[in-house]
């Protein structure tokens, strides 16, 4: 048997995401960006490698510096592409 139940629902999202989460979606963005997929909405090179520097937390191991050296790459092999 059913019955009705009203609650109030408190908005208590976070605003934060951590690092892991952010570089991630970095890494994710930056590969629908060279696949050109229809789902990249605005998202722009420049905007990965913002997303990315912001989220390299603790990078012991250099591999978070070299996915943004390789994102500044691809962009700048688009500008030269782009002047031809």
């Known amino acids: 048997k ?3 139940l009203e609650l109030p629902v408190q908005n208590r999202l976070k605003n934060e995401t ?10 994710a963005s930056f590969g629908m960006l060279l ?3 229809e789902f990249l909405g605005n ?3 420049n905007s990965v490698i913002n997303l990315a520097e912001s989220a390299k ?3 012991s191991e250099g591999y978070r510096s070299e996915f943004v ?15 031809k």
């Open 2 to 4: 059913s019955r009705l």
């Open 18 to 27: 951590s690092d892991d989460f952010r570089f991630s979606a970095a890494v």
């Open 35 to 37: 696949r050109k997929s």
């Open 43 to 45: 998202t722009t090179i």
């Open 57 to 59: 937390g603790a990078d």
């Open 69 to 83: 050296r390789l994102a500044k790459t691809v962009d700048n092999l688009e500008f030269v592409a782009e002047e």
